[in-house]
């Protein structure tokens, strides 16, 4: 925690140095947007918004006194509306671009790199747009509360990087999309989630791609990672009185009879009394 609020600390005081000049004037011209010189052109407008959300998402009002800018409330607002919200996104793939191959040999785990796949939910402001688009929760009566949504994220376990971040319908699955991570990822990597995410389709999609996953076995599949050892066992022939079997190891060919229980109690190393229960 310690670590982290002094990195804070470290770029509030550098607040106007992050954001590099070059990164925004080229998402402007990959997006076409152009602009007039002003106080609050994209790239200040941006920085004041990294400000912003470094002193807990402050009034607009404080900004000016943060910033050392004069500026206005009003003004400020406007500015942001101006700024085409795909000029921001492609700041931001900018930068976390250069964090990732930066960090890209950091805390590897045998040679592998390691990703945190997870979902969470959140609420946004009561607006006719956002009520429209994000349905507020079922148990809420009409006009009441806020709108809702899910969200899927990916994250660098080394770092604590967050690389990308899908938002979804609030009923959305957390497997739901996780698909359109895996380009974020590249050949050798290990993915890493909950039990959500540990279906044979999505290890398969894992495979092929070259990457990895490791999740946790969904509460109603049974694994045992224990080595099976020979023993003998013990069951109930059709249309025979119980009789004493040996162990596979001690018999070359399985008896003639069939087993009344679904399956080969040989192979499986249990009675086939069991099997039916």
């Known amino acids: 925690m310690f670590i982290v609020r002094a990195i804070l600390q470290r770029f509030k005081q550098h607040w106007d140095v992050q954001i590099p000049a070059n990164a925004v004037g080229q998402a402007c011209q990959e997006v076409g947007y152009t602009f007039r010189k002003r106080v609050l052109d994209p790239l200040t407008t941006i920085q004041l918004l ?8 402050t009034a607009c009002e404080d900004l000016s006194h943060l910033s050392g800018i004069d500026f206005s409330a009003s003004a400020y607002c406007q500015a942001r509306m101006r700024l085409p919200l795909e000029v921001l996104c492609q700041v931001v793939r900018g930068i976390i671009a250069k964090l990732v191959s930066a960090t890209a040999e950091v805390s590897r785990w045998h040679g592998h790199r390691i990703w945190l796949v997870d979902g969470s939910g959140f609420s946004m402001p009561d607006a006719p747009p956002l009520q429209k688009h994000f349905p507020q929760p079922g148990a809420q009566k009409p006009g009441c509360g806020f709108p809702a949504a899910s969200i899927l994220a990916l994250c660098d376990a080394a770092t604590g990087l967050l690389v990308d971040v899908l938002v979804r319908p609030l009923r959305t699955h957390d497997l739901t999309g996780v698909v359109s991570l895996h380009p974020q990822l590249r050949q050798g990597d290990v993915l890493v989630g909950d039990r959500a995410f540990g279906s044979f389709a999505h290890l398969a999609l894992l495979l092929a791609a070259g990457l990895h996953g490791v999740f ?3 509460q109603k599949r049974k694994v045992s990672f224990r080595k099976r ?3 003998r066992v013990h069951g109930k022939l059709k249309g025979k009185p119980t ?6 190891a001690e018999s070359a060919s399985p008896p003639a009879w069939p087993w009344t229980g679904r399956g080969s109690s040989l192979e499986s ?5 069991l099997l039916h229960k």
């Open 216 to 218: 946790r076995v969904h």
């Open 50 to 57: 990294f400000l912003q959300v470094l002193h807990g998402n």
């Open 243 to 248: 009789t004493r079997l040996g162990s596979r």
């Open 269 to 273: 190393g249990v009675s086939p009394d």
């Open 229 to 231: 050892k020979d023993r």
